[in-house]
């Protein structure tokens, strides 16, 4: 079993900056797609970006397309989602998660998940 711990999150003000981190307790992690999700206060969970276990296929929200930046530290076992100009709909728990394969953007493809990190960016 994975276990996923995120931070970075916090409050921001709209055109900020804030990057997400996710470790993962187990040693197998450079073999892992990771996924990054977000739910906001009474909506579904949606897809953020995701990142092959080597790092060199990423997909990405519409929403965020060239505003967030997914990336990984195998060495680390960690992930990252660098946030750049923060909008106030944005705000959500941002959540990570694992899975076997390519980084897909259903959240039902992966199998592990972190408690989640509170984002909120003010107008």
């Known amino acids: 079993q994975v276990q996923l711990v995120e931070s970075g999150g916090g409050l921001v003000q709209a055109g900020g900056s804030l990057r997400l981190s996710c470790t993962a307790t187990?040693?197998?992690?450079?073999?892992?797609?990771m996924g990054w999700f977000r739910q906001a206060p009474g909506k579904e969970r949606e897809f953020v970006a995701a990142?092959?276990?080597?790092?060199?296929?990423?997909n990405y929200a519409d929403s965020v397309k060239g505003r967030f930046t997914i990336s990984r530290d195998n060495a680390k076992n960690t992930v990252f989602l660098q946030m750049n100009s923060l909008k106030p709909e944005d705000t959500a728990v941002y959540y990570c998660?694992?899975?076997?394969?390519?980084?897909?953007?259903?959240?039902?493809?992966?199998?592990?998940w972190g408690q989640g990190t509170q984002v909120t960016v003010s107008s």
């Open positions: 990142i092959s276990w080597g790092g060199r296929t990423t």
């Open positions: 187990q040693s197998t992690f450079s073999t892992y797609a």
């Open positions: 998660a694992v899975r076997y394969g390519s980084p897909v953007v259903s959240d039902r493809a992966y199998a592990y």
